[in-house]
């Protein structure tokens, strides 16, 4: 259960990285857009912007097809594929959204010495859809969200219907051991009786000793006659 709940957790997250990085990309494009046009120090820019653009591809890759990624603490949380109803719905539109924005960038990314025309071109269009980017993620956050409370109340309601078969087959082979020690005491009491008839109603002095060669009560009727 918990496995599953810190694969939501790290899908969640995966959410804020990406809103993250948007922000990241719009601002490396304008800064580079500013910087190619006066030609001055670009390259950190355009380096801040093909790192973004890479991360933001390998977050919507992990959503597509799962993986790992650095949780809060740095430590590696799993993420599963998207298949919810809304959420997988919401993914898509973002991917959509993403097509449609990697069309101006990647010619950006593609030279050795940014053109300033497309410089422009890539900034102008991650400011124009910077809100629509961060809005998919933050749609997607909330459907990945209310799946993950559904599906904590599907486990908890597992758990409980599992404890309660635990619980009921406990209960069974209790009955049974009971029912079973009762048979057996029933069928050593019938032998008990037995034994005691056939002493009483033999003619033959019978005692039966324990290996100390001790008498126990176990005696037909006749031996005190017979001894005397």
């Known amino acids: 259960m918990w496995a599953i709940i810190a694969n939501d957790v790290a899908a969640i997250t995966l959410t804020g990285t990406q809103r993250l990085l948007t922000q990241r990309m719009t601002k490396a494009a304008l800064e580079l857009q500013v910087h190619v046009g006066a030609d001055v120090e670009w390259l950190p820019h355009a380096r801040e912007l093909a790192q973004a653009v890479r991360r933001y591809d390998e977050g919507l890759s992990l959503f597509e097809l799962g993986g790992q990624v650095s949780g809060p603490d740095g430590r590696p949380m799993s993420v599963e594929p998207v298949s919810g109803g809304r959420a997988r719905r919401l993914l898509l539109e973002a991917h959509a959204q993403w097509v449609r924005t990697r069309v101006q960038i990647d010619p950006v990314l593609g030279t050795a010495i940014p053109d300033v025309a497309l410089a422009a071109m890539a ?39 599992a404890a309660s078969l635990v619980l009921l087959d406990l209960v069974f082979l209790l009955s049974t051991l009971f029912t079973r020690l009762r048979r057996e005491e029933g069928e050593t009491e019938a032998l008990r009786r037995d034994r005691r008839e056939v002493l009483a109603l033999t003619r033959e002095g019978m005692m039966r000793v324990d290996r100390n060669l001790n008498v126990d009560g176990l005696r037909s009727a006749s031996l005190a006659r017979l001894l005397g």
């Open 123 to 161: 900034a102008n269009d991650l400011r124009a859809h910077n809100d629509a980017l961060l809005q998919r993620m933050t749609d997607l956050g909330e459907a990945l969200a209310v799946d993950a409370r559904e599906k904590t109340g599907w486990l908890r309601h597992l758990r409980v219907v």
